[in-house]
């Protein structure tokens, strides 16, 4: 198993904005981190991005193994668990028929998810509640937003 958290953050909404992962290969004993910025973004780019970039810097030789994504954003979780089957089926809009917003992004990280056999777990962690992985990632996308 790969092991991932993943965060974004905003000053402002929109805003400077920087994205954040750890990520951890269940035979490796440390965790290898990126981060990345935004001069003008939301804060749900960045959760978006942070995932996108994650599962870009897993290793190719990681085929067949089960990569979990815990993510403190329920907007990126529930919408890869579910909102993202009914939006394609509506041609990407909402069920009240608006566009879905950071459509590029959810395009990207839906295409790279269906690339991975398994594909990707996404599960929600709460937010500010300790865990220590949640924290530091909460930590690197605040740090990489200050200096966009």
């Not at 998810?113 to 509640?129: D, M, R, T």
């Amino acid at each position: 198993m790969i092991e991932v958290f993943t965060d974004g953050a905003c000053l402002g909404n929109p805003g400077k904005g920087g994205w954040a992962a750890r990520i951890k290969h269940h035979e490796q004993s440390q965790w290898r981190e990126i981060c990345g910025s935004e001069k003008i973004t939301t804060n749900n780019r960045m959760e978006l991005t942070a995932a996108i970039k994650a599962i870009e810097n897993i290793e190719k030789t990681s085929e067949n193994i089960l990569i979990v994504i815990r993510s403190d954003s329920q907007y990126l979780v529930k919408g890869m668990n579910s909102w993202i089957v009914d939006w394609q089926k509506r041609g990407w809009r909402t069920a009240a028929k608006k566009p879905v917003q950071n459509v590029d992004l959810w395009k990207q990280l839906l295409q790279l998810s269906l690339n991975l056999n398994p594909k990707p777990q996404f599960l929600w962690v709460k937010g500010h509640e300790g865990n220590i992985e949640n924290e530091k990632v909460d930590q690197m996308a605040k740090k990489a937003a200050q200096h966009a």
